[in-house]
């Protein structure tokens, strides 16, 4: 007679560090994105320590000067250090990028999640308002936000987080229609829990995956966003640094003689928004099961 | 040997002349450095943005002369025959009404319509803004005895009587339409002006064609007109570079010169002027702690004007420190005599830590506010950069609000806001009609400030009464020292000086220290 011997030993777990490194080893773009977002995220967070000058402070003696050791990426029209002004910019994108994809996207993924739980008239219901809003282009429909509400960072982030809110609750709806038929969630059911023990316990932890990378992408989106506003002049207001605010005035006067002004903030804006998206495009690789061994 | 010489001269002349002769025809393009006017209603708006709109489709009274704007008395007639001389001391002025004068409308302008659109200036109805009433309170009476004849009785007789009457935004308008709906002139446009109105896109442009009925015969020499509102300067730039627009009128700060000009000298002329406009902090005194006269004191204070002034001038079209008098003029205060003044002292560290000390003793150390910014960029945003800067000297933190042309003159009118970034922007360099803008508001409806104050109008009244000219310069010390010093009701910034480059095609305007003045282009033409 011959034995059927059964390995039901655990897969090995790996350590946050292994699962870093062999996202790094099949994810080189995304690492690249990864290393972009930690750096604009450290900068922001520690500018009042690695900035060299006050970002707002006029220096007449300096106005409109190119690079140079003194002022490593120029000045602007008013002397300003335009490093410092990029380096504190990187905090407001952050702060705006940041609170918009997390609130936005936890709002679309309770909404969504219940959306597809309920069903119904419910579902009808937040799928047209969802058609509204998505109706409207992010940048449109945040411009309008802004005209109700004002400008500033607050606003912005409201104008911001508003539109992104049907966005992620479209996608989750679909992931969590789904998981609604699993039996599982019918076992959860039939044994009397509540909705919203099975809405958070069972349902919420198996969109986690889109839901990420929806996140992500939506923090570069919000900051386009933000600098597109800035720029249009309904975002953030002057002298409060922010990258889409140095695109305008002088930047676009001064465009032909101290082309720096303009340049440097765009840079900025380039590569945040690139190191988020190759980020999130390697996060979806990585996280997407049908994608994961290729 | 005389022939030679004959056609020596000939030869010499010819081209001139023929460089200079009115050519008829064309349309010209200009920009609008706004967003759009807050209304088409001259004798309501204040801004160059309704005058840069509107005033090629009307007449007026009396103007300055077009070919010689810079003149702060070379006044000729629009609608009247001859300039008057007054009798009764100076105290009545009849003014003749020219004959066939028609609106565009083809109905007959009688001096019933001069004199219904006067005392709508300076006696508006109830309910009817009348942005400049004050200037003329010199005025008694203004009848139309006959359909060609206005007569202007005055309380007093004054040497500001005529120069208030030449304001630019003193648009003739029909009695009848006045009668029906003052408000009519607000949203829509009838004149006798030069050019007759055609299209207006709100946000985009306003166009005219030539009046054939003009009074004035041979003008315009414009086929019509088109002006874009363009407020972002770089838009207005590359227009005027790419030949898409021939100019804008109201003037470029530095660097926009130096870029016109870069590798175009033969195609951009330039015209420059210094400015009767200055920048003013308007304070809103019925909000708190601005009702606190240290309060104000401090915010004057604080800022570095000798300093500001030359760097701001390299980026800006802001270049001279001065007071509430237009510098140059006799009436404005000396170098010595600002520098006694808060906000114009030569040590600027003693003015901060007199700052410090007057907010501490207001308890508003911690002093923190908003400022409403209009949504241009020369010099608004600049100078609203630069005081925010100026400020946090002294600790005061703000928080910049830009707004259009039109919210930004609502906030202002409705009194919601804490500290407006303004200007003070006149006609004719007439000092003292031009210091009303800063009378209280319930004498001026051009001040902002929310205020009332006796003691500043007897001040003005002194000055306003005095003939003496030593005793007039006094009077406006007294005035001035008060206004920016003792009550610091308004923060007078630097005065702005007016660079404008053109397509070198563009002939017949000439600048002047207003923005304002001779903006109606009958006499504009293009050398194409």
């Not at chain 2, 005895?145 to 007093?156: I, Y």
Request: include cysteine.
């Amino acid at each position: 007679m011959s034995a059927t011997v059964i390995d039901d030993a655990p897969l090995p777990q790996r350590s946050f560090w292994q699962s870093t490194l062999r996202f790094c080893k099949r994810q080189p773009l995304g690492t690249f994105g990864l290393i972009l977002v930690i750096i604009m995220a450290v900068t922001g967070f520690t500018a009042e320590w690695i900035a060299p000058y006050n970002p707002t402070a006029n220096d007449f003696a300096a106005m409109t000067e190119p690079p140079s050791f003194a002022h490593l990426l120029g000045t602007d029209q008013f002397g300003r250090d335009l490093m410092s002004r990029i380096i504190y910019g990187a905090r407001t994108a952050l702060i705006v990028g940041l609170s918009s994809a997390v609130v936005g996207g936890f709002s679309g993924l309770v909404i969504g999640v219940a959306s597809a739980y309920f069903g119904g008239l419910t579902d009808l219901i937040i799928q047209r308002v969802s058609d509204i809003v998505m109706a409207f282009p992010l940048i449109i429909m945040a411009l309008a936000v802004v005209s109700i509400f004002g400008p500033g960072v607050h606003n912005v982030i409201l104008a911001i987080t508003i539109p992104l809110i049907p966005r992620c609750s479209r996608v989750v709806r679909s992931s969590a229609l789904t998981i609604r038929s699993m039996p599982y969630v019918d076992a959860a059911r039939a044994c009397g829990f509540g909705h919203t023990r099975i809405i958070l316990r069972h349902m919420v932890p198996n969109v986690v995956a889109p839901f990420l990378i929806m996140v992500t992408s939506f923090v570069g989106q919000a900051i386009l966003a933000e600098a597109s506003l800035s720029y249009l002049g309904l975002g953030v207001q002057e002298p409060v640094p922010a990258w889409g605010l140095m695109l305008q005035g002088g930047a676009e006067e001064y465009a032909s003689t101290a082309p720096w002004i303009a340049i440097f903030p765009g840079v900025a804006i380039m590569l945040a928004v690139l190191g988020i998206n190759l980020f999130g495009d390697a996060l979806r690789d990585a996280l997407d099961p049908k994608l994961r061994e290729r | 040997m005389r022939r030679i010489l004959l056609a020596c001269l000939l030869a010499w002349a010819l081209p001139a002349t023929a460089a200079e002769t009115p050519k008829r025809g064309g349309t010209l393009t200009y920009m609008i450095p706004a967003d759009a006017p807050p209304s088409f209603d001259g004798h309501r708006e204040v801004t160059f943005a309704t005058v840069h709109s509107v005033a090629p489709f009307y007449s007026v009274l009396i103007r300055i002369n077009p070919m010689n704007p810079s003149s702060p008395d070379d006044f000729v007639c629009d609608l009247c025959t001859e300039m008057p001389k007054p009798i009764d001391a100076g105290k009545t002025w009849t003014f003749k009404i020219r004959d066939g004068v028609k609106w565009h409308d083809g109905t007959p302008l009688t001096a019933a319509d001069v004199a219904a659109s006067w005392n709508s200036i300076v006696y508006p109805a109830p309910g009817v803004l009348s942005a400049r009433a004050s200037i003329y309170s010199m005025i008694d009476t203004i009848t139309a005895p006959d359909a060609s004849t206005v007569v202007f009785k005055l309380k007093f007789a004054t040497e500001a009587f005529l120069p208030a009457l030449a304001d630019a935004y003193a648009f003739v308008y029909k009695a009848e339409t006045l009668a029906k709906d003052p408000h009519w002139y607000e949203k829509n446009i009838l004149g006798s002006g030069p050019f007759k109105f055609t299209t207006y896109e709100l946000g985009q442009s306003i166009s005219g064609v030539r009046n054939p009925d003009y009074y004035l015969k041979g003008l315009p020499y414009l086929d019509g007109f088109v002006g874009i509102y363009a407020p972002k300067e770089s838009t207005r730039v590359e227009a005027i570079r790419g030949n898409r627009a021939a100019l804008e009128f109201r003037g470029l700060p530095p660097s926009a010169e130096q870029q016109l000009r870069k590798g175009a000298e033969d195609k951009i002329a330039v015209q420059t002027s210094d400015w009767n406009c200055v920048n003013n902090m308007t304070i809103n005194h019925k909000r708190k702690p601005f009702d606190d006269v240290r309060v104000r004191r401090a915010l004057a204070l604080a800022i570095d004007q000798w300093k500001g002034a030359p760097a701001l001038a390299k980026v800006t079209n802001i270049k001279t420190v001065g007071g509430i008098v237009f510098p140059g003029s006799p009436l404005a205060a000396t170098k010595e005599e600002l520098q006694k003044i808060a906000g114009f002292w030569p040590d600027i560290e003693k003015s901060r830590t007199e700052a410090r000390r007057l907010l501490k003793e207001a308890g508003a150390e911690n002093l923190s506010f908003e400022l409403v910014v209009r949504n241009v960029d020369q010099p608004y945003k600049y100078t609203a950069n630069w005081v925010i800067d100026e400020w946090s000297k002294i600790g005061v933190k703000v928080n910049q609000k830009v707004v259009p042309t039109g919210p930004w003159f609502e906030a202002m009118r409705g009194g919601t806001f804490d500290v407006v970034s303004e200007s003070a922007c006149q006609s004719l360099v007439n000092p003292i009609l031009d210091v009303q803008k800063f009378l209280p508001t319930n004498v001026s409806p051009q001040n902002y400030n929310q205020y009332e104050d006796p003691k500043q109008v007897e001040l003005y009244e002194k000055l306003l009464h005095e003939t003496d000219p030593a005793k007039v310069r006094a009077d406006m010390r007294a005035f001035e020292d008060y206004t920016l010093d003792t009550a610091a009701h308004t923060l007078i910034l630097v005065w702005w000086y007016r660079i404008v480059p053109y397509q070198s095609y563009v002939k017949g305007w000439k600048i002047s220290p207003s923005h304002f003045l001779n903006q109606d282009l009958g006499a504009v033409w293009l050398d194409q």
